[in-house]
T-cell receptor, first 113, second 112 residues
């Protein structure tokens, strides 16, 4: 099956700093990737759709200036949490779309102190 | 609007016993339906999906699901559960894989 690699798996940062999360499709080209946020014991909430070579599409209520998404190549999408605050602490997951199926990264646990 | 309900927050079964996880959905047309499994601290893995055709869908790891339009359900089943099946299971519905809404999940515990 298709593999999506997400890094880092865990990051701790100070309030006010920025954090970048990378999502790579290792064996397929992902023109479309998705970014989710998951709180403990809760469902995945779609944050944004990342399209290669164009601007990301954000879901309602997601601050595009806080969650910057870049999809500069067919195998890499990045999510940058800018000026992170404790309320941004969460589990972030990316996925790539291939053959009408989603393949997920292993997630990034972000803790903002 | 599309929505998914997984009525069971937590289910415990004995190893070797059968399993059924419930999923009810609300969608205006024929949806894509998915079941995913998530191990602790991990991303999700697709177990199976349905869009059309045979309403009984076979997936990986011995799982199957049955689409029942009249009941707006897509329940996941496995005839004999293994300890390694302990995980969080998510049902999802949408117009495509990417535009899916996920349920709140069901945590499966397997007793030895």
């Amino acid at each position: 099956g298709a593999v999506v690699s997400q890094h880092p798996s865990r990051v701790i940062c100070k309030s006010g700093t920025s954090v970048k999360i990378e999502c790579r499709s290792l064996d397929f080209q992902a023109t479309t990737m998705f970014w989710y946020r998951q709180f403990p014991k809760q469902s995945l909430m779609l944050m944004a759709t990342s399209n290669e070579g164009s601007k990301a599409t954000y879901e309602q209520g997601v601050e595009k200036d806080k969650f910057l998404i870049n999809h500069a190549s067919l195998t890499l999408s990045t999510l940058t949490v800018t000026s992170a605050h404790p309320e941004d602490s969460s589990f972030y997951i990316c996925s790539g779309l291939f053959n009408e199926k989603l393949f997920f990264g292993s997630g990034t646990q972000l803790s903002v102190l | 609007a599309q929505s998914v309900t997984q009525p069971d927050i937590h289910i415990t079964v004995s190893e070797g016993a059968s399993l059924e996880l419930r999923c009810n959905y609300s969608y205006g047309a024929t949806p894509y339906l998915f079941w995913y499994v998530q191990s602790p601290g991990q991303g999700l893995q697709l177990l199976l999906k349905y869009f059309s055709g045979d309403t009984l869908v076979q997936g990986i790891k011995g799982f199957e699901a049955e689409f029942k339009r009249s009941q707006s359900s897509f329940n996941l089943r496995k005839p004999s559960v293994h300890w390694s099946d302990a995980a969080e299971y998510f049902c999802a519905v949408g117009a495509s894989a990417g535009k899916s809404t996920f349920g709140d999940g069901t945590t499966l515990t397997v007793k030895p």
